[in-house]
């Protein structure tokens, strides 16, 4: 019998090791989700339908400060719409940048199907808008002047990380 304890301890302990499911918030209201897709400078030129579309297979998920959102190297299946609260990005050699309402990421592993390019953490309690990687394609699709937009961050990316080298 004190085998048996033993086993189930180290079982609690393992479990307690692992990394929390993600926490989804409660659901908001699709023309909150809307409202708030607006105020995305990524999607400000989107038309009503649009929007609805983007509100319809977005996931609202809620995290705490310290949260890891992205790892580095890991592969990626979500792409990221801060709603509320901060993150900091952390690239392997890189400077480190701080993420805020508004701001997106994730898209890089979405576009080429490559790892993760840097670990992204919570800096404070965080709301943000979740696309799964099947329903990134239906995004572009729908609003191909994203594709623009999202190019051009990249673009900007990539510049500050040359100028900071």
């Known amino acids: ?13 393992v479990k307690a090791a692992l990394p929390k499911p993600v926490t989804h918030a409660p659901r908001m209201a699709q023309d909150e989700k809307m409202e708030r897709l607006q105020a995305v400078p990524l999607l400000a030129e989107c038309t009503s339908r649009q929007l609805r579309e983007v509100a319809r297979i977005t996931d609202v998920v809620e995290l705490p400060a310290g949260a890891e959102l992205t790892r580095t190297g890991e592969p990626g299946e979500d792409f990221f719409l801060i709603v509320d609260g901060s993150a900091r990005v ?37 709301r943000l808008l979740v696309i799964k990687r099947r329903h990134f394609t239906t995004l572009l699709r729908e609003a191909p002047a994203l594709m623009l937009k999202i190019s051009a961050t990249l673009a900007r990316r990539v510049r500050d990380l040359e100028r900071a080298r």
Request: glycine share 14%; proline share 8%.
């Open 1 to 13: 019998m004190d085998l048996v304890n033993r086993m189930m301890g180290a079982f609690d302990e």
């Open 90 to 126: 952390e690239i392997p050699g890189g400077p480190t940048r701080r993420l805020a309402p508004g701001d997106f990421f994730g898209e890089m592993s979405l576009l080429d199907g490559g790892p993760r390019s840097a670990t992204v953490i919570a800096e404070t309690a965080i």
